[in-house]
Structure formats: structure tokens, C-alpha cells
């Protein structure tokens, strides 16, 4: 089993950058897929990034397509979300998550989740 634990949330305003990290422990993350989830308050939980096992694929959301940057460390076992130009829409929290299959944009839920980390953008 894959443990993974989600930083770097915080309070921002809009227009600035924040970048998440998540720590992978109990395994190592070149055999897993990673995705990067978001859920606000009274909406459908989102996948707004993905990143296959070498790092060679990535693909996002729309809503954040050439704002947010995911990346992977497999040598350090962690994998990250860059976040520019963020947006009060933004606001959610976000989850890491992992699975051996690719499954696009997380139509089929990864089976290994993390706690997820509170992001807050203001105007």
C-alpha cells in the first residue's frame, strides 16, 4: 500500500502562486499514475491534473489548463502542483491521489487518496 500526505495549501490572493507537494511513503510512486482531485464546498469533486508513471504525459482540466503545472520526483517519491494566476474559483481542497492504471482524468476514481490540503483564494 501507498500512503501519501498533501502541503503547501494555504491563503492566497488572486494572482498568486502556490505549489502543493505530495509525499509518497510505503511505495514507490514510479509504479503509480498521479492525479491531482479538487473538491469546493457543494460541488462534484474535480481532477484537474494527471501525470503518468515516468512523467512523460501529462493532462488538465480546462478551468486550469496553462495555470497549474503537475510534475513528479520519482527519485524523491513525491509529485507536485504548480499554481499560478490563481483565481477565487480556484478555492477547494485538493487531493493527491494514486493508482497502477491510467485511467485519463480520473473517471475512474485511483484507488490510493491522500487528506487533501485547503487552498483559499481571495480577490
Known sequence: QVQLVESGGGSVQAGDSLRLSCAASGRTI???CM???????GKERECVATISWSGSSTNYA???KGRFT???DNAENTVFLQM???KPE??????CA????WNAMGLISPNYWGQGTQVTVSS
Do not use: E, G
Request: glycine share 0%; proline share 3%.
Open 62 to 64: 480546462v478551468s486550469v
Open 90 to 95: 480556484d478555492t477547494a481542497v485538493y487531493f
Open 70 to 72: 503537475i510534475s513528479r
Open 84 to 86: 499560478t494566476s490563481l
Open 98 to 101: 494514486a493508482d497502477r492504471a
Open 30 to 32: 514510479s509504479s503509480y
Open 35 to 41: 492525479y491531482w482531485f479538487r473538491q469546493a464546498p
